[in-house]
């Protein structure tokens, strides 16, 4: 039998004063859903465990006047799996407008995903720039605006 705060359903039930035997537990679950009138004073608990999508977090490569166009496009495509087209028009993106955005993901990934393009800029010597920042709530719902995952949305 489960009990309060496993997150599983309470199976079973017995009356006051007497414990569930095997045949009780064996019951179909259509005849288990007495009344609260019924239940003469045994506990009966359901937890519901609603879930909620998790806070999407927007990765962004900044513009430096050192980091090449070609490296910004060959870390797209191995970083963010990013096709070359699409890692193409980030890489003008962030050129044109100082900012990109090369995908939406969950924290976890997204910081792993700043670490891996900063280590790779670093170790090329490269001064790209690349963080994470969270998207905009629309109206508190999060995971809103599509997307996400590897190749998520651009934001483009």
Avoid: W
């Amino acid at each position: 039998m489960g009990t309060a705060g496993t997150g599983r359903r309470v199976v079973g039930f017995a009356p006051r004063g007497r414990a569930p035997c095997h045949g009780d537990i064996l019951q179909s679950m259509a005849e288990r859903r007495p009344s609260d009138r019924q239940l003469d004073g045994a506990v009966l608990i359901e937890r519901r465990v609603g879930t909620r999508r998790p806070r999407m977090y927007r990765v962004l490569l900044h513009n430096d006047d050192y980091t090449t166009m070609e490296f910004v496009v060959a870390i797209l495509v191995s970083c963010f799996h990013r096709s070359r087209t699409d890692a193409v028009r980030i890489m003008l993106e962030v050129h044109h407008q100082g900012i990109g955005v090369a995908g939406v993901f969950p924290r976890e990934v997204a910081e792993v995903k700043v670490a891996e393009a900063t280590a790779a800029a670093q170790s090329a010597g490269m001064p790209l720039l690349v963080t994470a920042e969270p998207e905009a709530d629309d109206d508190d719902d999060r995971g809103g605006g599509g997307g996400g995952g590897e190749g998520g949305d651009d934001g483009g």
